[in-house]
């Protein structure tokens, strides 16, 4: 982060939580190139649906509490002025694709409407919270617990895929013509070698317990989700 500006967020959820939203993508919009294969194509337009994966995601977080897999850091603004957690949480190579990737997944409620993509992160995060603060309260963190349960907790806090998986080349595109702009990774079908969702926790001021506006605040990144596909 290369700066930042105080601003004291709210923590409430930025949209109205309405289960009717999470409908899938259909199959005639959700289209793929000819370099996927029909089995894999045919699980991203399979279930399960959008509450179920966030609920699968819940129980893989509550499984790996106890393990010591997820790994935790620290991220300082460069203003060094706040701090946030990051936490990257392993899964299986099926449940990441239909999670980023799926007619159902995250990527998909974002192509729906800005709506959609930030009721479901903020519906991702509400669910995990509880249990990442479990995480984060067993391990001797550089941060003070309670700035790190705020910063899980915090309004810009966000999931999202491992931060190369964009810059790997792919045969297996997406065929939707509103991400199929240059630089055209919005079309990408990631399948990183390393899998795990990527926790970004919300910047919290050092010296307060207010929220940090982030340069790219939550909105403007639907906003850029919405348009394109990726961030």
Known sequence: MRGSEV???????????????????????????????????????????SLELISQLTAKVSDLCDKEVIQL?????????????????PVDSVFFDKFFNGCHGYRAQFYR????????????????????????????????????????????SKVWLPIDSFAIETDNLLDISRWRKEPFKGIYLPMPNDLYVDFKGTFILREADGEIKHLKPIEERAQFLYERGYT
């Open 7 to 49: 601003q004291i967020l709210s923590t409430a959820p930025f949209f109205s939580l309405d289960p009717k939203m999470f409908s899938p993508v259909p199959a005639d919009i959700w289209k793929f190139e000819k370099g996927i294969s029909d089995q894999r194509a045919d699980s991203l337009l399979t279930g399960p649906d």
């Open 73 to 89: 850091s620290v991220e300082r603004t460069d203003a060094g002025d706040g701090d946030r957690v990051c936490l990257k949480i």
């Open 113 to 156: 409407s800005r709506e959609n993509g930030s009721t479901f992160n903020r519906k991702v995060i509400d669910s995990i919270a509880p249990l990442l603060v479990a995480v984060i309260s067993k391990v001797d963190l550089a941060l003070d617990l309670r700035k790190a349960e705020l910063s899980i907790q915090g309004s810009q």
